[in-house]
């Protein structure tokens, strides 16, 4: 992409609904019951990518089709 690279992580399971697409990177946001997960990986991943790298994570999915992450970094 220029002066950008883009990597696209794609899976072809039941996809993520539109109001857990919303929450995705906020910290501690889990699925999972309480006591079985921090929720804290897709929130530093984030970090990472967008504020460390200046970078960008965003997430593509349809229910019961696919979900999608896509990573785009600068090269420099």
Known sequence: ???????????????????????????FFTTKPAGEGTGLGLSLSYDIIARMHKGEFKVESAEDQFTEFIIVLPKK
């Not at 992580?9 to 910290?27: D, T, V, W, Y």
């Open 1 to 27: 992409l220029g002066d950008k690279v883009e990597v696209r992580l794609r899976a072809n399971g039941p996809g993520i609904s539109q109001k857990h697409i919303e929450k995705i990177f906020e910290p």
